[in-house]
């Protein structure tokens, strides 16, 4: 399985239908929220004064009471679109047919998607927070000269783009398990054994998938955080990330169980 050439071409064959399911949670996210806010920090890290790891963390993610509720409802957004996106792709992949209408189980996904989306926040939160304690010990041994800065930057992109790597992999694993969870009604181990058993076998073709999906969102943070337009990346980001995303987790269950696709037949299935 081609997950590279299959998920990028039903993205753009459906991107119409893809960038109205997307493009509020985009929005959101990019004008209220920085969702690639550590990518952000990065290109900014030369220029910051940071004496502790508190500076590292406000940098980052910031804090106060508003912004905390624009998580909330970020989240809830979130959710529900990401559950309406992933009822457009299963019912298109069973019909043939690109619709609106292939709604029929959105409350089944919303509560498998809720479970995952607060897993994964959570296991995000966690390896941000590492990897910015990486990125403090690095400040804290970097000299204090231009030179050490320098160093100190290239070593923390360097961090940066190693720790995308676990962060991609639990994505990888989560896509796949949510569509287990919402169509077989799996529990949600049993969901992530399956999705262990299905990236083993597929080592390759999902480390390609990962690389397509997450890299592009990097490179795009940080252009736009040169330019003065941060707000744009996460908007881009969210429009390349979510639906990719969802494509490979429906792509890799159908194929994992064997369930033909029939979105690129020129007929369909009426149900």
Known sequence: ?????????????????????????????????????????????????????????????????????????????????????LGFIEGHFRTGKPSFKNYTSINNNLISVTKVVLCLAVITFVIN??????????????????????????????????????????YSLFAFATVEMMINGSPLIVALSNATQMVARNAWQVFAMEVVIFIPCFVLAILTTALGVSWLGGILGIIIFLPLMCIFGVSMFFDYYGIPKYNNRKYYYVR
């Open 129 to 170: 927070i590492i990897l910015m304690l990486l990125m403090f010990l690095v400040h804290v041994l970097s000299a204090t000269d231009g030179v050490g800065t320098i160093w100190g930057t290239v070593i923390n992109y360097i961090i940066a783009i190693l720790g995308l790597y676990p962060l991609a992999r639990i």
């Open 1 to 85: 399985m081609n997950y590279v050439k299959d998920v990028l071409s039903y993205y753009f064959k459906n991107f119409i239908y893809i960038l109205v399911l997307v493009i509020g949670p985009a929005v959101f996210f990019g004008f209220l929220l920085r969702p690639f806010a550590l990518f952000d920090f990065l290109y900014n890290y030369p220029n910051l004064t940071l004496n502790s790891f508190g500076d590292f963390y406000l940098a980052v993610f910031g804090f106060d009471w508003l912004n905390i509720l624009w998580i909330v409802l970020g989240f809830i957004i979130l959710i529900v679109f990401a559950s309406l996106m």
